[in-house]
């Protein structure tokens, strides 16, 4: 049992080149996020998918794009990267369904990051 | 959704020492969560308290609610150095997005 794995753990990128950041998890949550941190500061949400086929914006959307691929996986993408997007980016996921139909709102499992920068 | 407010934003303490942090936030929520992150690693979860629950305990840890001061602490009782780290709590107000303060920085001096 993996838990949150991401990938790239490192990447340098260039002003105005594109990446795609990976995350899958294999504990069959149905919500997944992405978060970034910039040093010294706490995390900021850019996107989140509640559920498969979902995705919707958080605090700092603007840049990015996501994609739902499957339960497992949830992509994060900088199609034209700016040296303001250097930062360490999360992937979380968490489970939000509850017994009967309810919603509850569980710990978030996150994995180990992405360090990218930006030149 | 809103985020907390951790405070203090830095606590120093000695090895076997009491460490006390706060969160704040502003309106109504479902549960509250707190989490550590060890320098540079992803966040892990530590304890969650719900809305209608008042105190919660977990080995060294004690979380309390109040909400009708919409505040909470986190106590870590006979620190160690391996708690050096920096805490962050979550007020979950049912819309699925987790938001998170800027966090308190915990330095125990060995």
């Known amino acids: 049992n993996a838990g949150v794995t991401q990938t790239p753990k490192f990447q340098v990128l260039k002003t105005g080149q594109s990446m795609t950041l990976q995350c899958a998890q294999d504990m069959n949550h149905n919500s997944m996020y992405w978060y970034r941190q910039d040093p010294g500061m706490g995390l900021r949400l850019i996107y989140y998918s509640a559920s498969e086929g979902t995705t919707d914006k958080g605090e700092v959307p603007n840049g990015y794009n996501v994609s739902r691929l499957n339960k497992r996986e949830f992509s994060l993408r900088l199609e034209s990267a700016a040296p303001s997007q250097t930062s360490v980016y999360f992937c979380a996921s968490t489970t939000t369904r509850g017994w009967s139909g309810t919603t509850s709102y569980n710990e978030q499992f996150f994995g180990p990051g992405t360090r990218l920068t930006v030149l | 959704s809103q985020q907390g407010e951790e405070d203090p934003q830095a606590l120093s303490i000695q090895e076997g020492e009491n460490a006390t942090m706060n969160c704040s936030y502003k309106?109504?929520?479902?549960?509250l969560q707190w989490y550590r992150q060890n320098s540079g690693r992803g966040l892990v979860h530590l304890i969650l308290i719900r809305s209608n629950e008042r105190e919660k305990h977990s080995g060294r840890l004690r979380v309390t609610l109040d909400t009708s001061k919409k505040s909470s602490s986190l106590l870590i009782t006979a620190s160690r150095a391996a708690d050096t780290a920096s805490y962050f709590c979550?007020?979950?107000?049912?819309?699925?997005?987790?938001?998170f303060g800027t966090g308190t920085r915990l330095k125990v001096l060995a």
């Open positions: 309106t109504s929520i479902n549960n």
């Open positions: 979550a007020p979950i107000s049912g819309t699925y997005k987790y938001i």
